[in-house]
């Protein structure tokens, strides 16, 4: 299976926000066994998630949507995705019931704005939202699947790691010898350690080696047969363990 990433919000365009979503998602995509083509930052208008949905979709079994999914943004992801499949939105009462309760355990009125986001494409599934307002929307369509959660980081984190990583686990079992290991470094520079391990990189052909840097971090993914990457990872750490 592989995928392509869309990070939905003006605000990653103009530098005001920094898109960790896109990263966690790779992640955990990539300790799946699912490939990641591309992944796309675009404007949260409808025209511009139709013409990334088109060509994601030309190439990608799946496709991941972040943003666009809450009261602040008048939904435009949800009312985008209905029109991209054409269709409608309906109101769903288990989301209606779990909005009241959310609400009500906080002391807060529910306003109208709140309740629409009980309203789902009739063709979509949802992926309940715990921490939030607005759960996810899985559509299933022939060989594609779509899939869209909330952009709020700690909110899609959740929700990939408790909804959407099981559904993907049945829908692409991984390979029977096919192990992931992550060493996470620190004050470590992605080029500095691409050096230490150049030769290793490109003489163990079996393993895959990517590069996750973030601020002060730097995460290194090895994946392949079990007994190659025990090899493998045993040398690495010789190398870069300090």
Sequence with gaps: MNASIISIGT????????????????KLLYLNDIDIIRSLSIHDTSAD??????????????CILTGGLGPTNDDIT??????????ELVLNETELD??????????????DVNRQQAYYPSKSRQFINDLGTASGI??????????SLPGVPHEMI?????????????????????????????????????????????????????????????DLILSGPQKQLDQVATEVLERIGD
């Design 78 to 87: 949800k009312l985008s995705l209905c029109n991209y499949f054409d269709d």
């Design 11 to 26: 605000e990653l365009l103009s530098g005001r926000t920094v898109n960790t979503n896109s990263t966690e998602i790779s």
């Design 158 to 218: 959740h929700l990939m790691n408790n909804r959407v990583m099981p559904y993907l686990r049945e829908k692409n079992p991984q390979r029977k010898d096919h192990h992931s290991l992550i060493f996470r470094l620190v004050n470590k520079a992605e080029s500095d350690v691409f050096k230490i391990l150049e030769d290793m990189i490109e003489h163990n052909k079996q393993i895959s080696f990517a590069f996750y840097p973030n601020f002060m971090l730097l």
């Design 98 to 111: 779990r909005l009241e309760q959310w609400f009500r355990k906080r002391n807060r009125v529910m306003s």
């Design 138 to 147: 899985l559509f299933e369509e022939t060989d594609k699947i779509v899939i």
């Design 49 to 62: 998630i139709k013409k990334a949905l088109d060509y994601c979709l030309a190439d990608s079994d799946l």
